[in-house]
């Protein structure tokens, strides 16, 4: 379960940076509709 939680939550962080290069604001609104 360890390897896969890694292998999936390390392309959502790549995600999230990306978007919060674009839009920072967006990364909160993410957090907070979740």
Do not use: R, W
Not at 2 to 29: N, R, S, V, W
């Amino acid at each position: 379960n360890t390897d896969y939680e890694i292998e999936f939550i390390e392309p959502l962080q790549g995600e999230h940076l990306a978007y919060e290069q674009k839009d920072p604001d967006f990364k909160i609104t993410e957090f907070n509709t979740k």
